[in-house]
């Protein structure tokens, strides 16, 4: 627990790629920066990124059709001026990242709800690994910028005198069965609300429908999407195909939950272009090689964070908030693929350099206090498949996050892309806004443009 204050001109708070990006640009501008992280940069969502980055940079490509890719899967929800920026500053974010020392494998992947191959990658299923690391060294040795892993914020106030950057990541890991690493609680909404800050689409969780299905020790693995692209196909127990496998993501994990004894049949994919992926599997007993390896959807990537604008500002001066920690409304309903760790290079970047120019963050904050663990409760009641009778329960939750989650699930009448209602299962008209919540209030709707 961190309570002494801490100065810098910048304060970051998360040391994933959101944190990182936002830590260089802002120092690279000329800003001494702090960059706080509860652990070690390999325990980040960032670091486990396994299929890519999307940027529209084949010959034949161009960012309007990666918008019009992104709004397609947002089902009406996307916040039209963020996709744009989004898609128009993909390519230079990967140019940047070349030039800091990533190395892209060659070659572009395909993945759902992309209409062309459009996935930059390295490693194979490694990208988050080589991008982080890439980032990690670059913080370590710029002579503007501390960083200190193993430094747990649970209250903002410590932060007072400096531009803050929330970038601490989402809240999946919330659920039971998960692919996140342990830490993605979602601690930044909560330091974001207790300071005054909004927080928005909290129902907004996306499953993703293959990790593996396990019971030693390696449940939850993620079989990346990319596999799919690269040919693996989804089998029932019978050993029949029986969807697209490369359909939006919330189709076919549903399609796989329905199944019991849904398999991943990987034979068709060169092994050697995912090396430490299928070395994983054969650790964990699997011959990919041989039979096909069982899956089922886990809560996977969370849509709903702090309202943030397309430069990272929240609605609490000085206080900035960047990556799966924040909601812009870029994804809409429904990420697309391989747009998260580009949202995390976008807007990383830009609210690394809002913060210079900034107010510094002055606001009294509660600390945040530690609630019980809700995973059971959540993936029953808010799992893929959700009613008003189970989202009524968890509003009784010990976990402040937890009620939100149900309060705008609750308010979400209807089904509309991760979120699904068995008791409203179409969308509607008139729910076609982003549910925010400000402290101590009911969720609202309010369309952004
Ligand atoms: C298995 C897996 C595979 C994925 N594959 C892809 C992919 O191929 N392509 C893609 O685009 N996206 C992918 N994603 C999603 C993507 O990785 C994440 O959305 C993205 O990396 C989030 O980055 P971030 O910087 O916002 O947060 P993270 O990388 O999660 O970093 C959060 C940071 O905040 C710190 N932190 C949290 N709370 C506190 C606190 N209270 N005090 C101090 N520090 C704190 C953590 O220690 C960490 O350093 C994948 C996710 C997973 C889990």
Known sequence: MRQKRQTADV???GAGVAGLSAALAAADAGASVLVLAKASHRSSNSYAAQGGVAAAVAPGDDPALHASDTLSAGRDLCRPSAVRLLTDEAPGRIEHL?????????GLGREGGHSRARVVHAGGADTGRHIADVLTARTREHRRIRLLEGERITTLSALRGSAVVLATGGYAALWARTTNPPGAVGDGLLLAH???????????????????????????????????????KLLDGGGERFVDELAPRDVVARA??????????????????????????ERAGYDPADA????????????????????????????????????????????LASNSLLE???FGRRAGLAALDGPHFDAVAAPIASASDPGSALWRDAGLIRSAAGLTRLLDSSHPL??????????????????????????????NGHLVVHPGREPVLEPWS
Do not use: K, W
């Open 11 to 13: 304060v970051v708070v």
């Open 98 to 106: 070349r030039c800091l020392g990533v190395r892209f494998d060659e």
């Open 194 to 232: 207790a300071a005054g800050a909004a927080l928005a689409d909290l129902e907004l969780v996306q499953f993703h429908p293959t990790a593996l299905r396990d019971d030693n020790g390696h449940d939850g693995f993620l079989l990346s999407e990319a596999l799919r692209g690269a040919g693996a």
């Open 256 to 281: 796989v939950a329905a199944r019991t004894g849904a398999r991943l049949d990987l034979r068709a994919v060169e092994r050697e272009r995912y090396p430490t992926l299928m070395a994983t599997l």
């Open 292 to 335: 096909p390896v069982p899956v089922s959807p886990a809560a996977h990537y969370a849509i709903g964070g702090i309202v943030s604008d397309l430069d990272g500002r929240t609605s609490v001066p000085g206080l900035y908030a960047a990556g799966e920690c924040a909601c812009t409304g870029v994804h809409g309903a429904n990420r």
């Open 344 to 346: 995390c290079l976008v």
């Open 402 to 431: 937890v009620r939100e989650v149900a309060a705008c699930g609750l308010a979400r009448e209807e089904s509309r892309g991760v979120h699904f209602r068995e008791d409203f299962p179409v969308e509607s008209d008139t729910l």
